[in-house]
């Protein structure tokens, strides 16, 4: 096999807006580096690269011109190219969503940093034998949505909410997927690591550019094996699962470095013990396939958009959903714009193969349950569901996770969580998550 690893820096510079919030936020400095880093596989035949990028997420229109460029200069296609973001809330502007808007510059940037980190793992690439395995890291990652026991749905319940709560709403996967590399020796030269959840323990606090928990998986394992060690990491189903746990004591640190610690080396230390139990396997084919599926937008009623303008400069909230009312009236009036624009949201889906093993792709925060799904109907094993990859759709969730109204009505509680309330963060309509599911079974089962 013809391995290489290579990263390329995309730290946001000082001022640059830091999306992720319902406010505008700006970059205050550097807590850590945010890298665009890269596996390079090949077989002899084919080949097949993967991306992990320290950003919220990625447009697909910054994927295709790394593709582009990546393919005049190394004659790898688009097809063998996935592109998948850690979802780090300390990164640049490369999101637009809530108030946050993409700079332009900074998405040429990235994306010509994306096909640097591609074209120098290829040229780093040199004969190396391959390995894959899985572990759990277990009680770090938690549900984020949560049913209470009067039948409704919160995000993140707190106060009197947490004495309601009955079960967690989630399928939650605690796998830690590694694909490892080593020479002839035996000596660890790189991997990949897969597992999911949200990049939000706040390591760049005050507004530092920062990896997030991902550093602490990075640094970890490069001051194990040494610099030279290569660490991509691709995040799983993460739409609704986070690093905070709603079931903790008061006095539990959810944010700031130390939950970072505790995240990264916890599933860095997991991957280490797969890394060093691994068989390694002198060959194994690869392959690469994508296809653009079409989703629903989500509605925005008359009614909707009524609410909306009547409560624009309103500061009131209701309870149980996040954010003041002024700011889900903005989301709905934007929302409805942008459905007159694109009634259909384009949806890049993508499997590459490694032996008998799978990365499947999709450009959402995609909820666990459907991620399930996937792997249970997938004729790979194992299979690894990565979220936020070559394209952002916002949050999506099994048809049932959605509220039959989100309208807010006097004596009605509000139900169905912050990630499925309509906003530009959640513009794909009930039933889209199916959709997505079975088109990504079908693109695995036509590559078997």
Known sequence: MQIGFG??????SYGMERPGGTGKAYIQGMHDECLASTAYIGDGESAIAIVGLDTLSVPH?????AREIIQEAIGLGPDAVMVGASHTHSSGPIAAGFISAINRDYATHVSRQIATAVIDAHRRAEELMIGIGTGEACGVAHPRRWRLTDGRVVSHPRGEFRELIAEAECEQDETVGVVGAADADGRLRGCIVHFACHGTTGLGVGGLASADWIHFLRTTLKGIFGDDFGVVFVNGACGDITQMDNLAE???VQSGPIAARRVGMTVAGEALKVLVQMGFEQQM?????RRVIHLPAREITDDMLQWAREHLESEEMVEGRWFPNRVWAREWIEL???????????????????????FVSNPAEFFSQLAAQIRRGSPFEPTFVVSLANGSVGYVGPRDAYAETYLPAEDVPFTGGYETTPARSSKVAPGGGEQIVEASIELLDAMR
């Open 7 to 12: 990263a390329a820096n995309i730290t946001p």
């Open 61 to 65: 229109s910054v994927v295709d011109a």
């Open 250 to 252: 008061p006095d539990f």
């Open 285 to 289: 084919p690869v392959a690469g396939r």
């Open 336 to 358: 409805a714009k942008m459905n007159e624009e694109e009634p259909e949201i384009p949806a890049e889906l993508q499997a590459l193969t490694i032996g008998d093993a799978a």
